[in-house]
């Protein structure tokens, strides 16, 4: 298995992060990186073949990974500012002959979780939470997990398209860019629509999505929030 993690994006700023904010990966949570927490989680699921791709400051993550001696294969994805979808997808999986488990960036992991992708047999699978009452309206299947066997590479030919329909279909997504997380995000939710039937991993309680500044160890010292 290797383990690919996408950290092309740049952060949204104003109001979520500071318009000279670092990658999204290199902020605290809980008082750890949540990249290093993330490759920690990985190596103690036993998956220690691990691509990074970068793009928005990338050299921030590429100092990071050899001052932390994390022995990442750093890819650049030059094309991040105009296409981070199919460009990141596509620098994911070249020259890979082994099943990859795709990871957003931005995601604070548990080990649990990546030995339940480890062992579900199904060659496409991704995250299912647990249904809560009073939930109506919220989407069960994520997708910042997912796992996708070699012999199943093709459905990334479509990225771009897969993203627009979603887009089309699904009215709150309106708007997004293809060059942001978002639009990666909506790529993915048609891309496995269209490949179903999807194998789930029942994720409780669910990951945290590392979507505000005010969600990291930096922000909330900056706020004062305790």
């Excluded at 993550?61 to 294969?73: G, P, S, T, V, W």
């Excluded at 960036?105 to 009073?134: G, M, W, Y």
Aim: proline share 5%; with cysteine.
């Amino acid at each position: 298995m290797k383990a690919v993690i996408l950290a092309a994006g740049a952060p949204r700023v104003r109001r979520w992060f500071p318009p000279d904010s670092k990658p999204k990966c290199l902020y605290h949570v809980d008082g750890e990186v949540i990249l290093t927490r993330m490759v920690r989680c990985l190596r103690e699921a036993g998956v220690n073949d691990i691509r990074i791709i970068v793009g928005y400051r990338h050299t921030d993550i590429e100092e990071f990974n050899r001052a932390q001696e994390l022995d990442l294969e750093v890819i650049y994805c030059p094309e991040w500012v105009v296409d981070a979808i199919s460009a990141s997808i596509e620098a994911a999986i070249k020259g890979v002959n082994d099943d990859v488990l795709l990871l957003f960036s931005d995601i604070v992991v548990r080990t649990d979780v990546i030995k339940a992708f480890l062992a579900h047999p199904e060659p496409l699978v991704r995250i299912k939470l647990k249904k809560e009452p009073h939930t109506e309206g919220v989407i069960e299947n994520k997708i910042h997990i997912v796992k996708v066997a070699r012999e199943k590479f093709g459905i990334f030919d479509n990225t771009r398209e897969h993203m627009k329909k979603c887009m089309r279909d699904h009215p709150v997504y309106d708007g997004i860019s293809h060059a942001t997380g978002l639009g990666l995000v909506c790529a993915l939710i048609e891309t496995f629509r269209q490949n179903e039937p999807v194998g789930e991993v029942l994720v409780h309680p669910i990951l945290k999505e590392v979507d505000l500044f005010r969600q990291t160890d930096e922000g909330k010292k900056h706020w004062g929030i305790k």
